[in-house]
């Protein structure tokens, strides 16, 4: 079976869903008139996966009480991630198991689940007479009260009118967001046609109330065809999830959605989703769908309504991701309008056209710069991909070094490989891509359970680019991004630029069919498992797990405060170090350690680079404050303040490089015949004229020149810059 490395960019626990496709890892399947599944096949599903998991992964966890209290930390918040349904006595009358959840585990028991099952179905049910009564009557918005959203610190509520109370600050909360946003709509109408009758005050907070009661009302109905061994599927990776955070369970149902090759086009708007308590937040964007394209939408946006063209938009916090990517979803050339907060906190509605958001997109492409008299390629990479059932079908590989060719036929003097956002994919496309920058020699090692380390290599002795070279990382690059970086760092071959260090991903998955362990019985499919089941290595030795890449430039980035990594979650797989494979480093460049030395000097005193520093830490300080106030007047005052504070980055986004960035000859030729690829490449090569990271490794690639090519170069810049003025 294949290893497929798999990438997670945040601490949630609970799924990740692509937009345009709905994969999800594991979510619930939608099913009225289910009956409740038989107790005896939960059990052997749990007697099933201690016995694979305690054989399949790389590094089971000791199954005692430190484990179990794991096990009910996660559980419980997967249920009641904002803690309005369970009381501070369901706590701790849940808390007498904490300890025995191990035992139960192993001993097929039940106990603990059907409690815990049996309790959320009463709390809900009485959530929904609790919400409808709130939204009966108006708000309220002149007097002064506020509500705290920081749910991992506020305690559960003592009592049902404590709960009551929380329910009814949060709706509020809701419903003064959706107010304020009217209101501001209602301005922006009457500014355009002064002729416009504005909605009055009363008419808005009726609609925002109603709006909210449709929005509850669906939810509720989509929690009530749920049944019984969906919330199982739950109790189940709760489990799982304790060996590491990349290792779950896949009902059936899930099985089949994991399963389906990504491949031709798509519908929708290109990004990915992952849940946040009871948040839906934005975790990638796709390269070249429609979100990519806008370059409003950003990763860590919260999404708080979706609304359809010019229907009104559905509150979907605390929605299941699945129904929230139902929402988003939809026909090539509608319309979609996301009510997003910012990692800043700024509320902002941002319009979205659908549209086919083609696989094209996600394959490498190149494009051509001159900067003081020499010319670079610049490849970017967005994901390291293959066709495992067709030998023949592309692959990263296979591409980048066609791409490589055919810039050296342009006769560059340079080569930039992005990898910024990439979470991975195949691992021999990783051998394949390092092999092409060096002679020959070991890429990675990789480690099974008990097993003798791997050395994976690069045996073929040709070099396809021998030139200066620069790979750029963020912290999203993850798992083949890592081990890309890290050979190439390690052989010293080329200058590793970007955040302080990559994601830090450096375990491998593979996908275990449970049936196979079960002859003929009489209870059906019971679906998968993904377990880590092996570790890769640099060739130093060390593991790129939890510390990723550290960059030998580090570039500010406005993400550089938050808690994104690999290294953030509480039971992610320690890092650990083996023997170094045996390499020769690259000592070609002699320019390697002033180029270094020169670029840290630059980006100390370079505006852009400080104002984003600052950005950085103020998005920092935002992302902590979780107190709204629930008066209309400083609601708005707070908004308007992040607002104008937000706008002294606003250089950030306006920023311009002046550096002009072209096609290769094959796409031109073939942009004659298609207006799309044009208008596609066009948008790159927009987005890397306004790219200072981009402009930085570029200065790198002049740093890394011979003394004598750098003398050429500006020898010709001159004699060029004269026949132009003359």
Same mark, same amino acid.
């Given at each position: ?15 990740i869903?692509v ?9 619930f399947?939608i099913?009225?008139?289910k009956?409740?599944?038989d107790?005896?096949?939960d ?8 016995f ?9 966890? %000791? ?17 009641d ?25 192993i ?20 959530s ?5 009564t ?9 007097? *002064? ?34 107010l304020?946003?009217k209101?501001k709509?209602?301005e922006?109408?009457?500014k355009?046609d002064?002729?416009?009758?504005m909605?009055?005050?009363e008419?808005l ?5 109603e709006?909210s ?10 929690i ?8 199982f599927? %739950?109790?189940?990776n ?20 994991f ?14 989703l992952?849940?946040?308590? *009871? ?21 860590g946006?919260l ?7 010019n ?10 991701l ?12 509608t319309e979609?309008?996301l ?5 800043d906190?700024?509320i ?6 659908r ?13 051509i710069v001159?900067?003081?008299g020499?010319k670079?390629g ?17 692959d990263?590989?296979?591409d ?8 050296k ?6 080569i ?23 002679e ?5 090692q %990789? ?30 690059s ?13 052989y ?12 830090g991903?450096?375990?491998v998955?593979t996908v275990? *069919?449970l ?17 880590t089941a ?8 060390g ?10 430039? %580090?570039?500010?980035d ?7 990594g690999e290294? *953030? ?9 083996i ?24 980006i ?5 680079f ?18 709204y ?6 609601f708005?005052?707070?908004q ?6 937000g706008?002294?980055y606003?250089p950030?986004?306006d ?6 960035f072209?096609s290769?000859p094959?796409?031109?030729s ?5 207006p ?14 306004k790219?200072?990271?981009v402009?930085?490794a570029l ?11 750098s ?16």
């Open positions: 079976m294949n290893a497929i490395i798999e990438f997670m960019k945040r601490n949630y626990k609970i799924l869903a937009l345009c496709l709905s994969v999800t890892l594991f979510a399947k099913n009225a008139g009956t409740d599944p107790p005896n096949k059990k052997m599903l749990l007697e099933l996966l201690a694979v998991i305690e054989k399949g992964h790389y590094n089971p966890p %000791v199954i005692d009480d430190a484990f179990s209290k794991g096990i009910f930390k996660d559980y419980i918040e997967s249920l991630p904002s803690k309005r349904f369970f009381l501070q006595s369901d706590i701790e009358e849940f808390k007498q198991y904490e300890l025995m959840l191990d035992d139960q585990f001993n097929k028991d039940l106990t603990f689940f059907n409690l815990t099952y049996t309790r959320l179905m009463k709390r809900m049910e009485e929904k007479k609790r919400y409808k709130i939204l009966s009557q108006p708000f309220n918005y002149n007097i *002064d009260e506020t509500f705290n959203a920081d749910y991992d610190k506020i305690p559960y509520a003592s009592s049902l009118v404590d709960i009551n109370e929380r329910w009814r600050k949060q709706i509020k909360l809701s419903t003064l967001s959706s304020v946003t209101q709509l209602e922006d109408k009457k355009k002064a002729g416009y009758k909605k009055s005050f008419q907070e009726k609609e925002t109330r709006s009661l449709k929005s509850l009302d669906d939810n509720f109905s989509l009530k065809d749920l049944n019984k061994s969906d919330w599927s %739950v109790y189940v709760a489990i799982m999830s304790r060996f590491d955070p990349h290792t779950s369970y896949f009902a059936p149902e899930e099985k089949d959605r399963d389906v090759n990504i491949s031709g086009k798509l519908e929708g708007i290109g990004a990915r992952t849940k946040k308590n *009871d948040f839906t937040q934005i975790d990638e964007l796709i390269s070249g769908g429609p979100a990519w394209k806008g370059k409003e939408l950003e990763s946006d999404i708080l309504k979706v609304g359809q063209g229907n009104e938009p559905v509150d979907v916090v605390g929605m299941r699945d129904d929230v990517v139902k929402k988003i979803k939809g026909h090539k050339g979609v309008k009510t997003v907060k910012k990692v906190g700024t902002k509605v941002i319009s979205i056209i549209d086919v958001v083609e696989i094209e997109e996600t394959y490498a492409k190149s494009s001159e900067k003081n020499l670079y610049v490849i970017y990479l967005p994901k390291f991909y293959i066709d495992f059932e067709n030998k023949d079908g592309r990263a590989g296979k980048i070094a066609l791409e490589v060719e055919r810039l036929k342009e006769n560059i003097n340079g930039v490989l992005d990898v910024r956002d990439d979470g991975g994919g195949s691992l021999s496309t990783v051998v394949d891509i390092a092999g092409l920058f060096i020959e020699g070991p890429i990675v %990789v480690k099974s359970a008990g097993r003798k380390k791997e050395v994976l290599y690069d045996k073929d002795k040709k070099i396809e680019w021998d030139g200066p070279l620069v790979i750029m990382v963020n912290s999203f993850a798992s083949a991004s890592e081990i890309l970086a890290a050979a190439i760092q390690d010293r071959r080329g200058v590793i630029i970007g955040s302080k260090q990559t994601y991903k450096g375990t998955q275990i *069919d049936n196979q362990f079960v002859r003929n019985s009489e209870f059906g499919d019971f679906g998968a498992l993904k377990a092996q570790k890769f290595y640099r060739i130093n030795g593991s790129t797990q939890l510390e990723g890449v550290k960059s030998d430039i %580090v570039m500010p406005r993400y550089s405060y938050l808690k994104m290294r *953030d979650i509480d039971n992610a797989m320690p890092w650990d170090k023997d170094q494979a045996e390499y020769r480093i690259w000592n070609s460049n002699q320019n390697f350690n002033q180029a270094i030395v020169n670029s840290k000097a630059r100390s005193q370079n505006p852009q400080k104002l984003i520093e600052d950005n950085a830490k103020w998005i920092d300080v935002k992302s902590k404050e979780n107190v106030s629930l008066n209309i007047n400083s708005k005052e707070t308007n303040q992040v607002e104008n504070e706008k002294k606003k950030i986004t920023y311009k490089n002046n550096l002009v072209k290769l094959h796409e031109q073939e942009m004659l015949k298609d799309a690829l044009k208008d596609k490449r066009d948008i790159w090569h927009q987005a890397l004229s790219d200072v990271y402009e930085e200065n790198v690639l002049d740093d890394l020149q011979s003394k004598t090519i003398k050429a170069a500006i020898s010709n810049k001159m004699k060029k810059d004269k026949l132009a003025k003359s």
